[in-house]
T-cell receptor, first 113, second 114 residues
Framework: DQQVKQNSPSLSVQEGRISILNCDYT??????FLWYKKYPAEGPTFLIS?????DKNEDGRFTVFLNKSAKHLSLHIVPSQPGDSAVYFC????????????FGKGTRLHILP | DVKVTQSSRYLVKRTGEKVFLECVQD?????MFWYRQDPGLGLRLIYF???????EKGDIPEGYSVSREKKERFSLILESASTNQTSMYLC?????????????FGEGSRLTVL
């Protein structure tokens, strides 16, 4: 049973436009959500996170939105740049239960020139 | 600068060989993890450890074992490598139990089993 779902395996966006990556979850105990970015032949790096007490967190060009009622979160990248081409993993955990992080399958983002 | 170091970036082994993947972190983290990444399957947790000499199975432990003799070192062992274990292996550490906070990943070890 997949608790964290990234339904789009890939996404192509024009350079300078907005990239929106989506993630759905099923476990209502999740209270902390993270996005990781991964380049080929490298390990994932932490990008941004959000606690369930918030509905938005912003860091430069990256904003994560959380809709708890819909069990949905999204990562917005504005403006998109060539270096943003990578695989993005959504992840979630139940910090109040000390549970380990659960990852989605990832979305490959291609930024087109 | 925090660092997780995996001993081998690329390995090629034959079916039936014993394989050791080493991971060392310099952040004094108690929690360490081994994942494998395969296209379309994302990151899957193999084993994790919250303390020295302690280990717990993740989601896909079959065919693997681990060793944590020192806090900074977490080794993944393939007792008898098989072709379906060809994958990218990622080690991570975290200051938070369960890795519920940020995970710090190594650069990965690409293993090919022939």
């Amino acid at each position: 049973d997949q608790q964290v779902k990234q339904n789009s395996p890939s996404l192509s966006v024009q350079e300078g436009r907005i990239s929106i990556l989506n993630c759905d979850y099923t476990n209502s105990m999740f209270d902390y959500f993270l996005w990781y970015k991964k380049y080929p032949a490298e390990g994932p790096t932490f990008l941004i996170s959000i606690s369930s007490i918030k509905d938005k967190n912003e860091d430069g060009r990256f904003t994560v939105f959380l809709n708890k009622s819909a069990k949905h979160l999204s990562l917005h990248i504005v403006p998109s740049q060539p270096g943003d081409s990578a695989v993005y993993f959504c992840a979630a955990s139940a910090r109040n239960r000390d549970d380990k992080i659960i990852f989605g399958k990832g979305t490959r983002l291609h930024i087109l020139p | 600068d925090v660092k997780v170091t995996q001993s081998s970036r690329y390995l090629v082994k034959r079916t039936g060989e014993k394989v050791f993947l080493e991971c060392v972190q310099d952040m004094d983290h108690e929690n360490m993890f081994w994942y494998r990444q395969d296209p379309g399957l994302g990151l899957r947790l193999i084993y994790f450890s919250y303390d020295v000499k302690m280990k717990e199975k993740g989601d896909i432990p079959e065919g693997y074992s681990v060793s944590r003799e020192k806090k900074e070192r977490f080794s993944l062992i393939l007792e008898s490598a098989s072709t379906n274990q060809t994958s990218m292996y990622l080690c991570a550490s975290s200051p938070d139990r369960g890795g519920t906070g940020e995970l710090f990943f190594g650069e990965g070890s690409r293993l090919t089993v022939l």
